[in-house]
């Protein structure tokens, strides 16, 4: 293959954040005296955005329109004063993102994120590196599996999409590199797994950061 760049999604490929995700929703579930969830039942939650989540997170019988947008701003509010408290790099992230560079391929971010979100953590644990593009949800950009901010990065890196590869979690990942003409590459360490990878298109599938190396 050809690969000349990246486009990574965020949560659970590149950064650790189901900690701060976890707490902040589980605080906005005290708040309101709804039981709670673990870190576990989280990771299978994310990945479709924070609306998602927050709809996943209450019960049923609680999902009504008033109590949903209720909830949803008040987590807004907290996990915007949190999504950097213990978010950091997966291992292996930071030597991967050093040998990219090196390698002159370039790297950019498409996240479910909401956008505001996804260009904070971007700035506090990418810093060191050159980031092409980062884009989120929300505003004129439609949630993955559509491939638009997948597109709006290549065109912004200046490369054709066959020459891409798009490197996440999740089966929207997947079908997202799909959608958008893409290598899709499958990660183990973040929050789905090789099951849902492969049965939604995954490529290839890698267990640590340093295996990337070997598909470009």
């Not at 506090?124 to 990065?153: C, T, Y």
């Amino acid at each position: 293959m050809n690969i000349k760049g990246i486009v990574f999604d965020l949560d659970g490929t590149l950064a650790d954040s189901i900690e701060d995700i976890a707490e902040s929703m589980n605080q906005v579930l005290e708040e309101q005296n709804i039981a709670t969830h673990s870190i576990d039942t989280y990771k299978t939650f994310v990945g479709n955005g924070i609306r998602k989540l927050v709809e996943r997170s209450l019960p049923e019988e609680l999902r009504t329109d008033e109590f949903f947008a209720k909830n949803l701003n008040r987590m807004l509010e907290v996990y915007g004063a949190n999504c950097i408290n213990k978010t950091k790099l997966y291992p292996d992230v930071a030597n991967l993102m050093d040998q990219l560079q090196e390698k002159g391929i370039k790297i950019a971010v498409f996240s479910n994120k909401a956008n505001d979100l996804t260009q904070k953590v971007v700035k506090v644990l990418l810093a060191k590196w050159d980031v092409e593009f980062a884009i989120g949800a929300g505003g004129d950009v439609a949630r993955k599996p559509n491939p638009q901010g997948a597109l709006m990065a290549a065109e912004k890196m200046g490369i054709p999409a066959s020459e891409l590869m798009f490197v996440g979690d999740s089966g929207v990942d997947m079908e997202t590199a799909k959608n958008a003409g893409m290598f899709g590459v499958g990660v183990l360490w973040g929050f789905r797994g090789a099951d849902e990878l492969k049965a939604n298109g995954a490529k290839a599938i890698i267990s640590k950061a340093s295996e990337l190396l070997n598909h470009l």
